[in-house]
């Protein structure tokens, strides 16, 4: 089976930086995604990690070590418009799909 | 748009009456997947179908049936609704079960069962 957890919430204030915390319980992994949802909107695919290590995008930034199952999610110069919920997810293996955690809220005050 | 297109956006049912949730996407993906969201619970994938003439249960998949008609739909069907089928249901869809390019979420659809 697989099993991912995540803090719930998140409070941080414009400007600043958060990392939102991902650790993961799989039978098999492929790798680490990260996804980011509004409030009543659809899920939208942020970044996804195979290898350990930091993939960079922007704003957003995401660490997987496979040694330690665990991935974080960076978000810098936060804004407002990320307030959010952000999922992190892993595949356990070919053809499978994609396991959510429960995700974390992340507010962003001014 | 290319995208994820599902249907409807919102129906209310009675218990024990049946419904099918349609989805089909035109960006030419293998792979497609349903998945429910319940408040606090994240999402929990019910069915998907890596590639066209196969379909896999998840994690929750009692109650539901799928079915994969072509390559672009891939449809959710409640045989028996229950209240505890009251959610939010995303279809999703990705080029192949490789996650790398990430999935393509449709806007959902909001399901009440009374």
């Known amino acids: 089976g697989q099993s991912l957890e995540q803090p719930s919430e998140v409070t941080a204030v414009e400007g600043a930086i958060v990392q939102m915390n991902c650790t993961y319980q799989t039978s098999g992994f492929y790798g680490l995604s990260w996804y980011q949802q509004h409030d009543g909107g659809a899920p939208t695919f942020l970044s996804y990690n195979a290898l350990d290590g930091l993939e960079e995008t922007g704003r957003f930034s995401s660490f997987l070590s496979r040694s330690d199952s665990y991935g974080y999610l960076l978000l810098q110069e936060l804004q407002m418009k990320d307030s959010a919920s952000y999922f992190c997810a892993a595949l356990g293996g070919a053809g499978t799909a994609l396991i959510f955690g429960k995700g974390t809220t992340l507010s962003v005050s001014s | 748009n290319a995208g994820v297109t599902q249907t409807p956006k919102f129906q209310v049912l009675k218990t024990g009456q049946s419904m099918t949730l349609q989805c089909a996407q035109d960006m030419n993906h293998n792979s497609m997947y349903w998945y429910r969201q319940d408040p606090g619970m994240g999402l929990r994938l019910i069915y998907y179908?890596?590639?066209?003439?196969?379909?896999d249960k998840g994690e929750v998949p009692n109650g539901y049936n799928v079915s994969r008609l072509n390559k672009r739909e891939f449809s959710l069907r409640l045989e028996s609704a229950a209240p505890s089928q009251t959610s939010v249901y995303f279809c999703?869809?990705?080029?192949?079960?490789?996650?790398?390019?990430?999935?393509?979420f449709g806007s959902g659809t909001r399901l009440t069962v009374v």
């Open positions: 999703a869809s990705s080029e192949e079960g490789d996650s790398s390019y990430g999935y393509t």
């Open positions: 179908s890596a590639s066209e003439g196969t379909t």
